[in-house]
């Protein structure tokens, strides 16, 4: 079976993350894999041939660039025959859309994966647009909520639920590649203040005591909102405690040797940040954005979770988890069994069951 997964890019983000991985996990199952990439953004390793058009729209950024590359993802989807073509971009210009799911792609073999609670990104504008374009195709949604907002607003019968994958194997040497010392509590991801809501963070932090028991705060990553980030730690005069880290291409060691990793996000769809932490080892405090963290953590078995935009309820939780030693120790055991179900093999066995169903 040959399957193309297209993808916005392959850097940066847990969502390109976890498209990334899932080329792994489908090359595993003995698929023949291609992805194709809009964006000359290749970060992450990745299983299968790749064709990066990114690369094309480096050298003619223009709409008969575009034109272009267009026809080239054409002719190679024909060329290849693909059996499935599994589609992991943001999709929000109806015409444009249209054209590529009626012309380029074949509506039978096509999944739309949406992997944010912000579905208008994965969406055309124009509802009845998009209800042409995905009604004969499968969606996969990376979580219950995910699947319940697209359910609500489309009324689709053809939604499903594929959580994203944890590579057990490879984070475990990942994560005990180099030493980390100190206390901390971590966040890592991109530094996006409107998506990722670091403020939150770095106010609840300020007003917890946090500081006064020596723990400190890591901020991993980069983004558009770092210096902003930086000048108002230093405006609040914390900018000793709060450390920022350049992106890494391997932070699991950070991950692991944390007290805490923390996620405030304003909306997610299955965070990576979370399910790795929990991997390593290591708990977890999140907001309850729409999506993703309830279906993730049991609040006070292997994490805390706490009210949305409330930097009080977050302030407490991390004092919790610092001061609380026998909340902490049992956390800490339930970590890494309580996102075992995610495995690479198990959600191997769910892509399977349904590439094999519609194609037989």
Not at 32 to 47: T, V
Not at 58 to 75: H, T, Y
Not at 174 to 188: L, P, R, W
């Given at each position: 079976m040959k399957i193309a997964i297209i993808v916005s890019s392959l850097g940066e983000g847990g969502a390109e993350k976890s498209s990334a991985?899932?080329?792994?996990?489908?090359?595993?199952?003995g698929f023949?894999?291609?992805?194709?990439?809009?964006?000359?953004?290749?970060?992450?390793?990745?299983?299968g041939e790749l064709l990066n058009l990114g690369i094309l729209k480096?050298?003619?950024?223009?709409?008969?660039?575009?034109?272009?590359?267009?026809?080239?993802?054409?002719?190679y989807i024909r060329?290849?025959?693909?059996?499935?073509?599994?589609?992991?971009?943001?999709?929000?210009?109806?015409?444009?859309?249209?054209?590529?799911?009626?012309?380029?792609?074949?509506?039978?073999?096509?999944?739309?994966?949406?992997?944010?609670?912000?579905?208008?990104?994965?969406?055309?504008?124009?509802?009845?647009?998009?209800?042409?374009?995905?009604?004969?195709?499968?969606?996969?949604?990376v979580s219950k909520g995910v699947n319940t907002l697209i359910k609500n607003k489309f009324q689709y019968k053809n939604v499903l639920t594929i959580y994203n994958p944890i590579n057990f194997d490879t984070i475990e040497i990942?994560?005990?590649?180099?030493?980390?010392?100190?206390?901390?509590?971590?966040?890592?991801g991109r530094i996006d203040d409107q998506v990722k809501n670091y403020s939150l963070l770095i106010d609840a932090y300020c007003i917890s005591n946090l500081i006064q028991k020596n723990v400190f705060l890591y901020i991993l990553g980069k983004g558009k909102d770092v210096v902003f980030l930086k000048n108002k730690v230093k405006n609040n005069g914390f900018e000793k405690h709060i450390i920022f880290h350049d992106k890494m291409t391997n932070p699991f060691p950070f991950v692991k040797n944390a007290i805490a990793t923390v996620l405030t996000s304003r909306f997610e769809g299955f965070?990576?940040?979370?399910?790795?932490?929990?991997?390593?080892?290591?708990?977890?405090?999140?907001?309850?954005?729409?999506?993703?963290?309830?279906?993730?953590?049991?609040?006070?078995?292997?994490?805390?979770?706490?009210?949305?935009?409330?930097?009080?309820?977050?302030?407490?939780?991390m004092q919790l988890m610092v001061t609380d030693t026998d909340l902490y120790i049992n956390l800490k055991k339930n970590a890494k069994k309580s996102v075992e179900h995610l495995s690479m093999e198990n959600i191997a066995q769910q892509w399977k069951k349904v590439l094999e169903k519609k194609k037989t």
């Open positions: 991985i899932l080329s792994f996990l489908l090359y595993n199952l023949e894999i291609h992805i194709i990439s809009i964006l000359d953004k290749i970060e992450y390793p990745y299983k480096n050298k003619e950024d223009s709409q008969i660039g575009r034109f272009k590359r267009m026809l080239i993802l054409k002719k060329n290849n025959n693909f059996d499935w073509v599994i589609d992991n971009r943001t999709r929000m210009s109806s015409f444009s859309e249209y054209v590529i799911s009626k012309y380029i792609f074949n509506p039978k073999k096509s999944i739309y994966v949406v992997r944010s609670s912000k579905i208008e990104l994965y969406f055309p504008k124009i509802n009845f647009i998009a209800k042409k374009i995905y009604a004969n195709s499968i969606i996969v949604a990942d994560a005990n590649a180099y030493n980390v010392e100190g206390k901390y509590i971590i966040a890592y965070p990576r940040v979370l399910i790795e932490s929990l991997a390593v080892g290591t708990p977890v405090i999140s907001v309850d954005c729409e999506t993703g963290p309830r279906e993730i953590i049991k609040n006070k078995f292997n994490g805390l979770l706490v009210e949305n935009h409330n930097s009080n309820a977050l302030a407490d939780a």
